[in-house]
């Protein structure tokens, strides 16, 4: 399994970008990327997926540079909502076991 | 809501008790997974099931038994457990798309506490 390596934690104010980066050098052929965000006290909800390029949905846009070593979650105009821990999980299907690592905590402010 | 349900939402429990928590899916996933999350520490991954065969098991403790009767309904039994293992326990599901990302949505977990 790839291992992934992002900061442990973060602060913004509301209103602003947020950008996390995730750093994956030994992602192989068939991996994909994916974020998730965990709130205290509960499970991890799945934010966005994506193999290469960019990908956007409602929630946020996810940046993958050609040769896929890294990857950058964007959360565009943060709230106070946003506050939780972010994952990066890199992997396929095969093994099942999805590493989610320590994740990034991000903390937004007024 | 993610289409995972688990019961109880809170278990309090002695070390000689024997109790069970309960997922059950409503999204036709074909995969099951039981996580636990300690405070301050990652999700480690205890069990997954395919198909209501298991396919893996992370080196977890007999003190911990899964059950999964069909693809929606995935058990844990408990017993004789240590204040060690009080923690969240989670409970996520997945289509288990061979050879593609598979997404896996969680519920909302239980929280254990072993006295």
């Known amino acids: 399994l790839a291992k992934t390596t992002q900061p442990i934690s973060m602060d913004s104010y509301e209103g602003q970008e947020v950008n996390i980066t995730c750093s994956h050098n030994?992602?192989?052929?068939?991996?994909?990327i994916t974020w998730y965000q965990q709130f205290p006290s509960q499970g991890p909800r799945f934010i966005i997926q994506?193999?290469?390029t960019k990908v956007t949905n409602e929630v946020a846009s996810l940046f993958i540079p050609a040769d896929r070593k890294s990857s950058t979650l964007s959360l565009p105009r943060v709230s106070l909502s946003d506050t939780a821990v972010y994952y990066c999980l890199v992997g396929a299907n095969s093994g099942y076991a999805l590493n989610f690592g320590k994740g990034t905590s991000l903390l937004v402010t007024p | 809501e993610t289409g995972v349900t688990q019961t109880p939402r809170h278990l309090v429990m002695g070390m000689t008790n024997k109790k069970s928590l309960k997922c059950e899916q409503h999204l036709g996933h074909n995969a099951m997974y039981w996580y636990k999350q300690s405070a301050k520490k990652p999700l480690e991954l205890m069990f997954v099931y395919s198909l209501e065969e298991r396919v893996e098991n992370n080196s977890v403790p007999s003190r911990f038994s899964p059950e999964c009767p069909n693809s929606s309904h995935l058990f844990l039994h408990l017993h004789t457990l240590q204040p060690e293992d009080s923690a969240l326990y989670l409970c996520?599901?997945?289509?288990?798309?061979?050879?593609?990302?598979?997404?896996?949505?969680f519920g909302p977990g239980t929280r254990l506490t072993v006295l």
């Open positions: 994506g193999y290469k």
């Open positions: 996520a599901s997945s289509q288990d798309m061979q050879g593609m990302a598979d997404t896996q949505y």
């Open positions: 030994n992602i192989a052929t068939n991996d994909y």
